[in-house]
């Protein structure tokens, strides 16, 4: 930081380029203060947790297909692989001519970018729990509904919880990326606004506010859950 | 006769022999209350048995019944306890426990009230409210042999259940299985493939052929058993079983290791010179 003060001071670049720490640190707190930054901090993570929560429940249900009809695996299976490997701001054309350049067009791409990591994610899950798992609930007389809710989701939510983690990361990059292109509030368009006025502090700002977000859901909030579980089941001693 | 197996068969489908058939034409009769054996060699088809009469695969042809109704599927009426206990790791030990009595719809309370009372009597009171990682091999596997109890089932399924632990750890208990088998007179069908162990346990000892898997021989044995000192008969049954065994042991290890390899031991003694009778 003080580096970043000094070379700032000391460059030849005007203000608005490059910001100093102290500069940076004023915008963020009056954005703050304003209820500017926060008011775009709440239009952001209510997209997210929307299309992320989609995403959860459309990849468990389409991740239990999968697993329980061959039929499934062998079509939708396939399509969602290759589909895993397009990024979903790829998307973002498609979706504004469906729906126009509205909240619904990147509610749309955050889904999709979380969606088939989840997919995928809960397939291999169900798959893998132990046989011997399921031959015990079964022969403590499990079955049907009983034992998908008590056996396999539970014995799979290591790799759910991963699974999520990932679906994350990327509804939060297609999130970032679809307000930049067209949002009325977020920070993604706030990123944008500051690059229209020439305001580099103001960009920067908010390039902090979407580091220590991501920080906190990855590192506090999916990093704690999975310790939990790991300590819960003994993996990790 | 209380569970009947009929003319079972079996196969599997192989990869390059098309299928493989494990079963050939099982037919035995167990008693109620009896503690029957299966010995065998590994790949005999003796877990396979034990999953049919657990209705969790099916038989090609053939039939198994309980008390005269046929089996069709899974039922709490035979549960299993597998090699490795199999406790599912999300829930605690008080839990595992009562899984299968709360799908029988038992009110909760009632259930943990049983289960605490079965886990007391594997000496595991202490433990109600610890995770499946922070016991032993043999805690869990008196835990699994607990869920497998407090369901009262009318035959209890045991595959390899001591195999994976210690000598110690097993000698106990044998000796356990025994005294709850005489308190609670269910039906016992042990798979192992440790002849000690059929011998110190059972009342009746099938010996199981390979490759298909059939019924070789039937011992009884009906001394009083403490699961711990094998006596003079036993011994000697153990002599009789392991020379039935003998023959499969060396059709399995021919099959895999090649046709010149012997198991059996060579009958003539050498003496140390190398040359047979040199000293005459």
């Known amino acids: 930081m003080a580096i970043w003060e000094v070379t700032s001071r000391l460059s030849e670049l005007p203000d608005f380029m490059f910001p100093s720490f102290t500069q940076v640190m004023s915008t963020l707190f009056s954005g703050l203060l304003s209820g500017q930054i926060l008011i775009a901090i709440g239009a952001s993570l209510s997209r997210l947790l929307i299309g992320f929560t989609i995403a959860s429940v459309l990849g468990l249900i389409l991740g239990y297909l999968i697993w329980r009809y061959k039929l499934v695996e062998d079509t939708l299976g396939f399509l969602v692989t290759a589909l895993q490997s397009i990024p979903s701001i790829v998307w973002f054309p498609l979706a504004i001519i469906w729906f126009g350049l509205n909240d619904f067009a990147i509610l749309f791409i955050v889904t999709l970018g979380a969606t088939w990591t989840m997919i995928v994610n809960a397939t291999s899950g169900f798959k893998n729990v132990p046989v011997l798992y399921q031959r015990v609930a079964k022969s403590l007389g499990s079955g049907g509904f009983h034992f998908l809710r008590t056996v396999i989701l539970p014995a799979s939510v290591p790799q759910l919880i991963s699974g999520l983690r990932i679906a994350w990361a990327f509804s939060w990059r297609a999130l970032m990326a679809g307000e930049l292109l067209g949002a009325s509030v977020g920070l993604g368009q706030l990123l944008e606004a500051g690059r229209a006025l020439g305001q580099m502090d103001l960009v920067i700002s908010v390039m902090i506010i979407i580091g220590v977000i991501g920080t906190i859901m990855d590192n506090v909030l999916f990093l704690r859950l999975e310790r939990s579980v790991e300590r819960k089941w003994g993996i990790r001693a | 006769m209380y569970l009947s197996i009929k003319g079972i068969e079996k196969s599997f489908p192989h990869k390059e022999k098309g299928t493989v058939k494990v079963l050939d034409h099982i037919d035995l009769e ?10 065998g060699p590994s790949g005999c088809g003796k877990s396979t048995m034990l999953y049919l009469i657990a209705g969790l695969e099916k038989a090609d042809s053939g039939s198994i019944s309980i008390n005269g109704n046929e089996v069709t599927g899974s039922g709490s009426d035979r549960v299993v306890v597998f090699q490795e206990a199999g406790l599912f790791p999300w829930l605690t030990v008080l839990d595992n426990v009562t899984y ?6 038992m009110p909760k309370k009632e259930a943990e009230q049983k289960a605490i009372e079965m886990l007391k009597m594997v000496h595991l009171g202490n433990y109600i409210n610890s995770y499946p990682h922070q016991l032993s091999g043999g805690m869990k596997q008196r835990v699994s042999i607990a869920r497998a109890l407090v369901m ?3 035959i209890l399924l045991m595959d390899e259940p001591f195999a994976a632990l210690d000598e110690q750890t097993r000698m106990v208990l044998h000796k356990e299985l025994l005294e709850i088998w005489r308190k609670t007179k269910v039906t016992v069908f042990f798979i192992t493939h440790n002849i000690r162990e059929a011998v110190l346990l059972s009342q009746k000892i099938v010996v199981f052929a390979t490759r298909p898997g059939k019924i070789k021989a039937v011992f ?5 058993k403490d699961g711990i000192e094998p006596n003079d008969v036993m011994l000697q049954l153990e002599k009789q079983i392991l020379a039935e065994l003998q023959d499969e042991i060396e059709k399995v290890l021919k099959e895999e290791m090649g046709d010149d390899y012997s198991f059996k031991t060579n009958s003539v003694s050498r003496d140390t010179s190398g040359d047979m009778g040199s000293h005459i």
């Open chain 2, 220 to 224: 009884n044995s009906k001394d009083s």
């Open chain 2, 30 to 39: 167990v008693e109620k209350g009896q503690f029957v054996s299966i010995v």
């Open chain 2, 152 to 154: 009262e089932p009318d």
């Open chain 2, 100 to 105: 299968g009595l709360l799908l029988k719809k």
